[in-house]
């Protein structure tokens, strides 16, 4: 398939879309505000803000191109890669909260990011739900979408170089976070997306890194002591789960270049 777009075109789309959902979404929170006394609104804010991060991008798509869901990479997955993905991911996550632990006393936290992790605890089950949905399964999506199957997909066949199109992908990503303590924490776990959505050609595996970073972020919102009594060590995270983790990520790239490398012998037979 012809690439439709050019570098330029999709850093344009991408931050057309940042700017139309950051500029609806306030505009919406400024009125809603007025006529409510709390935030009981920021669940259905949080989804619609996530919805309209893709909006533009799937009306430019569908005026260029019939094969959307190539465009996106929502390519097929063999269940044995997301099983691996689900195995790797843990080790990721735990390590690269780690590393956050470490920052964050060199880079500390501004007042704005501990606020929008206050709006992510619930009151009710209905609200935990709708954040839960919103923030985990929505935001996977969409940023997904956007960054690995829109934005990094155009790079690498632009570039004809994947170490490129993730390392810039990445860094734009982690960059429009805003957050100087987690910038790098946000970029690691952006690279490792960007390699699971190139290895994978699909969206899917880095949908569920993605999400289960987000879902291990919402649950220490709503119920950090809780981890703290297992979890977390002297203010770092626990040296046992830490050591499993990366048992667990080792492992689980160790078999996904094996089955990269059957994938590919199947390939060549079938060429030859």
């Known amino acids: 398939m012809n690439n439709p777009f050019t570098p330029r075109t999709a850093f344009g789309i991408v931050i057309l879309s940042l700017l139309l959902s950051t ?30 991060l893709i909006l533009p991008l799937l009306i430019f798509i569908s005026r260029r191109t019939n094969d959307v869901r190539s465009a996106l990479r929502l390519n097929r997955v063999p269940r044995r890669m997301l099983g691996l993905t689900a195995i790797v991911s843990p080790g990721v996550i735990v390590w690269t909260d780690e590393l956050d632990r470490l920052l964050v006393r060199f880079l500390p936290t501004p007042d704005w990011t501990e606020q929008f992790l206050g709006f992510l605890r619930g009151d009710d089950l209905l609200s935990l739900l709708l954040l839960f949905f919103g923030s985990v399964v929505v935001a996977a999506v969409a940023e997904e979408i956007l960054f690995r199957g829109f934005l990094q997909n155009v790079l690498e066949k632009y570039w004809k170089d994947v170490t490129r199109a993730v390392l810039i992908t990445s860094l734009f990503f982690a960059f429009i976070h805003m957050s100087p303590s987690w910038i790098i924490q946000i970029y690691l776990l952006a690279l490792v997306m960007g390699y699971l959505a190139w290895r994978s050609n699909s969206v899917f595996p880095s949908m569920i890194l993605h999400g289960l970073n987000n879902g291990l972020a919402f649950l220490f919102v709503n119920w950090g002591e809780y981890f703290e009594s297992w979890y977390v060590w002297r203010g770092h995270v626990s040296p046992f789960i830490l050591t499993g983790g990366a048992a667990l990520t080792y492992m689980g790239f160790r078999r996904m270049a094996h089955l990269s490398a059957i994938n590919y012998e199947a390939v060549q037979k079938k060429v030859t």
């Open 23 to 52: 500029l609806l979404t306030s505009v919406v929170i400024v009125l809603l505000q007025d006529s409510s006394a709390d935030f009981s609104f920021w669940p259905g804010v949080l989804i619609l803000g996530e919805f309209l």
